[in-house]
């Protein structure tokens, strides 16, 4: 993903901020997420974006998608599905939930000890508010989670016992 698009997102955009790092990653397009913001479908309440508005956008934009629900699966069985997905160069948007909140991040990439993703709710730069800090031990993304970390967040997620350990991949 480019990292001139690490944008920090508006309340509640954190889907079309999803979509837009896979329409940059697999069709090398910049779009504006905020205008994806303003196209998104299936929003409720204060932006709040169900799963399905993910996969039209993305649909919408050429792309393909299947959606998988791993809650049944071992953590390690996660860790290796979503290892062996981005091995194949097919980006992952995930339902998490952190400091209380469902976020939807993309994964990018991993190392041995953790995974690398889009966040758009990565601390924001201070050179330039628009765009968000990047971890240190990340080669791919902006936000770097231990597997222990992220396995958490994402076991955590979903809407009460819906989407629980939710994941798109993406393709062309």
């Not at 809650?71 to 939930?97: F, Y």
């Amino acid at each position: 993903m480019d990292k001139n698009l690490f944008y920090r997102q508006m309340v509640n955009n954190c889907c079309p901020y999803s979509v837009m790092a896979v329409i940059n990653i697999l069709r090398n397009e910049e779009k504006e997420p905020e205008t994806l913001a303003k196209q998104m479908k299936w929003r409720i309440y204060k932006n709040l974006t169900f799963p399905q508005g993910a996969v039209n956008q993305l649909h919408e934009n050429g792309l393909k998608t299947k959606e998988y629900v791993l809650k049944a699966k071992s953590d390690q069985d996660k860790i290796n599905w979503i290892k062996e997905t981005v091995s194949q160069q097919k980006p992952i948007i995930c339902l998490i939930k952190i400091h209380h909140v469902l976020h939807y991040v993309t994964i990018l990439g991993y190392d041995k000890n953790g995974f690398m993703l889009y966040d758009s709710m990565q601390e924001k730069n201070p050179e330039n508010q628009r765009k968000t800090i990047i971890d240190n031990k990340c080669k791919e993304g902006n936000r770097y989670y231990t597997y222990d970390e992220f396995l958490q967040l994402w076991n955590s997620g979903g809407y009460k016992q819906f989407f629980k350990n939710w994941a798109i991949v993406c393709s062309l």
